[in-house]
């Protein structure tokens, strides 16, 4: 299996490459991950996280990211002002940019994933890291 996975890997980004020399910081890939991920860029987002991977970021500290993300999202959807929030005003902006790329819904849905794909992977019904692979992917 882990031979067909790195034919599958993506090509390194032109302007960043993969080699350990370059200074990208491995949490900014994450966070890279992330924008991609609200500004539902499916393919982006896929070869961020792949990226992330390849270079040790365990899935789990994604997913942590993407459960706050997606909460932030939800709670930007779900509040009347922003004054009753207390977010930082580039976190507000972001999630009030990306939020707006999803209908509550939808990331309702989203939400109700993560959490099962949490569940179902600490029951060893799927694995974690190809489950929030394949989320990133349905975005």
């Not at 490459?17 to 200074?23: E, G, R, V, Y």
């Not at 990306?98 to 939400?111: Q, R, V």
Request: net charge positive; charged share 30%; proline share 4%.
């Amino acid at each position: 299996v882990a031979p067909q996975r790195a034919a599958l890997a993506p090509e390194p980004d032109s302007s960043r490459p993969l080699d350990a020399s370059t200074t990208v910081d491995v949490s900014d890939l994450v966070f890279e991950v992330l924008g991609a991920v609200g500004a539902r860029d499916r393919r982006r987002a896929w070869l961020l996280f792949t990226e992330a991977r390849l270079r040790g970021v365990e899935p789990k500290d994604i997913f942590w990211k993407l459960v706050w993300k997606l909460k932030t999202m939800l709670l930007v959807k779900l509040t009347r002002t922003a004054a009753d929030l207390d977010l930082k005003p580039f976190v507000l902006d972001q999630a009030c940019r990306h939020g707006a790329n999803y209908k509550l819904d939808e990331l309702k849905t989203l939400s109700a994933k993560l959490v099962a794909l949490w569940h179902n992977a600490h029951r060893g019904l799927t694995d974690f890291e190809f489950g929030l692979e394949r989320l990133i992917l349905e975005i």
